[in-house]
């Protein structure tokens, strides 16, 4: 299984960017989806998760109302869409999929079985 993050970089304040993770090697509707953060010298954090047919999204509050999970199954391929983003928000991205079970939309680092190898998001104020 290989999940393969892209799309980070160096932004202002304010700006948007796109995440993206490709993944190979599971049968990825059979997964949740989700990106967790961490920033230099804190723990892992998550961010946001999306279930198998992504009816369901779920987001921590410090991203609630500027970023968005998707996916699209046909390409096996999860997103971060993040808008006005902060210096807070400067940290490596990981992607992480789940083994889920219908409606199933875990939220804790423990439940994801595979992990990508992260992007980083630094935004300058």
């Known amino acids: 299984v290989q999940l393969q993050a892209s799309g980070g970089g160096l932004v202002q304040a304010g700006d948007s960017l796109r995440l993206s993770c490709a993944a190979s090697g599971l049968t990825f509707s059979n997964y949740a989806l989700a990106w967790f953060r961490q920033a230099p010298g804190r723990e892992r954090d998550f961010v946001g998760a999306?279930?198998?047919?992504?009816?369901?999204?779920a987001y921590a509050d410090s991203v609630k109302g500027r970023f968005t999970i998707s996916r699209d199954n046909a390409k096996k391929t999860v997103y971060l869409q993040m808008d006005s983003l902060k210096p807070d928000d400067t940290a490596f991205y990981y992607c992480?999929?789940?083994?889920?079970?219908?409606?199933?939309?875990?939220?804790?680092?423990?439940?994801?079985?595979?992990w990508g190898q992260g992007t980083q998001v630094t935004v300058s104020s």
């Open positions: 992480a999929a789940a083994r889920a079970i219908l409606t199933d939309l875990p939220t804790t680092e423990g439940r994801y079985n595979y």
């Open positions: 999306v279930g198998r047919w992504a009816s369901s999204t």
